[in-house]
């Protein structure tokens, strides 16, 4: 006779942990929440023993769910979580002056992405399952989406290796913007990062006579490292100087905004040894830095160029528009829902595109 091993639970990965269940719990909703050491741990408890959530585990033994399951990060600005409106009497409508105020951002990468998966869903008739979390835990946790889903399009940033692993091995996946860890069996799109920041930091030097260059915002992640990349390679090529350190080291729009001012407050002689273009790793980076200098009298491009990546519409409505990298965001979303059907009728398959990207010029970099 043959003796089938049970399933672990939950309550074994804590005692192999050494951890309570609550830990383990976290672990796969907010792991964020917990001290390096500690995700660790758990992490390897995990993989030695193979465990699922039991939500995630019952749900992928069913039968076919005939959903795809879409999980992102949030890219929502502090400003926007406070639905309170200001107090007015009735029938009072207010004049609104637009002048010197932020664009709203909506919509952004994650948005227009979700928007071409929405798409390529409507025309293949598929239904299609959303979910997201932020940062500080906020949302929907990952198992929640997974175990009522036959595949799963991943955005970046959302789920450590250790989780995307242990799930490839159970779901069809596609990962967006990201490169898929060696030995995973996942399809991936994302766009050529490299060429797109090479041929713009290119444009300031050779375009706009550009010598001294900042670099403003993260490099971690493949898709940011490769528009660091290609941006260090532009300025070697051409024997200029790259910076050591990034200028800020913030991602959204109102962190980035707050770095640049503390760092204008902090160190007035920023202002009178300006380079000649700051060249940030995403639009809402360069947002805040653009908001940030005009607000303390540095003219965007008079005295410092600006530019962005990513395409997004604020960038278009900016004060002075932005120059930026376009990505096809909306396209990265349609070749994913591709992708994830190809894996889901035919088991085993992955298939990695890399889409192109535009330069769209606008005048903070000089252009008229």
Known sequence: MTVTKARPSVYDVAAAAGVSTASI????????????????????????????????????????????????????????????????????????????????????????????????????????????????????????????????????????????????????????????????????????????????????????????????????????????AGFTAALKGRGLEVPGEPLVDAGSRSATYAAVTTLLTAEPSFADSLPDAIVCSSDQTALGVQAALVEHGIAVPGDVAVTGFDGIDAARLADPPLTTVRQPMDELGRVAVELLTEALEAPGTARHVVLPVAMLLGRSCGCP
């Open 25 to 228: 719990s976290r672990y796969f909703r907010t792991p964020e929440k917990l001290s390096e050491t500690l995700r660790d741990r758990i992490q390897g408890a995990v993989q030695e023993l193979g465990y699922l959530p039991s939500g995630l585990a019952r749900g992928l033994a069913e039968r076919s769910t005939g959903t795809l399951g879409f999980y992102s990060f949030s890219g929502h600005e502090p400003d926007e979580w406070d639905r309170s409106p200001a107090p007015r009497a009735a029938g009072e409508v207010p004049r609104v002056e637009f002048r010197g105020s932020w664009p709203r951002l909506f919509p952004l990468y994650a948005d227009e992405v979700l928007r071409g998966i929405e798409l390529e869903c409507t025309l293949r008739r598929l239904p299609l399952l959303v979910g997201w979390q932020d940062a500080d835990g906020r949302g929907v946790a990952l198992d929640d989406i997974a175990r009522r889903s036959d595949g799963l399009v991943v955005l970046p940033a959302t789920i450590e290796e250790a989780q995307l692993r242990l799930l490839a091995q159970r779901l069809p996946m596609v990962l967006v913007s990201q490169l898929v860890p060696e030995g995973m069996a996942a399809s991936s799109v994302r766009v050529d990062d490299f060429s797109g920041m090479r041929a713009l930091t290119a444009h300031l030097a050779d375009d706009h006579a550009a010598r001294r260059f900042a670099f403003a915002g993260s490099a971690a992640g493949a898709e940011h490292a490769a528009r660091h």
